[in-house]
């Protein structure tokens, strides 16, 4: 069994690294990439140990991007973990993120919510500052009673809380990830709530894209598989697992993904120390 796209304490899972490994082998789980948002801090967390377990792990990553394209999700796996221009991005994505996010509690205190910033950088627990963080802890304060309410209220664009991103666009994304030895493959592109070129995408150098997906209808996965095989791109896929009781708590290992996309999947595995 394969998942491709799950996420940690790193970024805005609800699971420390360790037990999303321990989850994997509960699920029966032998090929895993652990992706959280504009970090490997996960995957670092236990690459060590899963040379000793069931469960194959992969260095992956999903980069939020936005610029001209629209806040795009680009995955990226099988780079070199020690190449400093990744290194770098990442180091420079962090900071921009946690000034950001100061903006966003800014903008809450402006509209009569005030948190302590502290509080957000508690939640991360050290990783990547996201919104979801930000959305628990005015939930924490009395502002809400649902985060995923509050997020969708609030902080999303064109809501009275948000606040533009750091532009990083889909295009630098796709070329970082090439430079450093990964591929690059676009994450779930039936849930976008915009139109988006994906012909541009094409031409950026784009590798795959996330067809198998747990939010994906049959028709938009059997529309993708056709994009895919036009474009003779890869295709991939994943459960996109946060945890239970997240926003995302589709199950590890709950999306099926064909035998073939374990082709690209096995090179790249063959190639970690």
Avoid at 8 to 23: C, F, I, N, Q
Avoid at 126 to 135: L, N
Avoid at 221 to 242: C, P
Wanted: glycine share 10%; with cysteine.
């Amino acid at each position: 069994m394969i998942d491709l796209h799950t996420h940690t304490t790193a970024s805005d899972g609800l699971m420390a690294p360790r037990e999303l490994l321990v989850e994997a082998q509960k699920a029966g789980v032998r090929y895993l990439a652990i992706t959280d948002h504009d970090s490997i801090d996960g995957y670092l967390a236990i690459r060590e140990e899963s040379k000793r377990a069931e469960v194959r792990v992969l260095p992956g990553i999903e980069w939020n991007t936005d610029g001209p394209d629209g806040e795009l999700h680009i995955l990226g796996y099988g780079f070199d973990i020690a190449d400093p221009r990744l290194h770098y991005t990442i180091d420079r994505r962090k900071q921009e993120r946690i000034d950001w996010a100061k903006e966003i509690v800014g903008k809450c205190k402006q509209l009569g919510m005030e948190i302590p910033f502290a509080d957000c950088l508690a939640r991360a627990r050290g990783g990547v500052v996201v919104r979801t963080h930000i959305a628990e802890v005015l939930v924490s304060h009395g502002y809400g009673t649902d985060p995923q309410e509050v997020f969708g209220k609030l902080l999303q664009k064109g809501c009275p809380a948000y606040v533009p991103r750091p532009v990083f666009t889909a295009r630098e994304a796709i070329e970082l990830t090439r430079e450093i030895g990964g591929i690059a493959i676009l994450a779930h592109p039936g849930i976008y709530p915009f139109a988006f070129d994906f012909k541009l995408l094409v031409e950026y150098g784009i590798d795959g894209v996330e067809v198998y997906y747990s939010k994906h209808s049959p028709e938009q996965t059997t529309q993708w598989e056709r994009e895919a095989k036009q474009y003779n791109l890869i295709r991939s896929g994943g459960s996109d697992f946060h945890g239970y009781g997240s926003r995302n708590s589709h199950p590890i290992g709950s999306v099926a993904i064909p035998p073939e996309v374990k082709e690209w999947w096995t090179c790249f595995m063959s190639r970690q120390p």
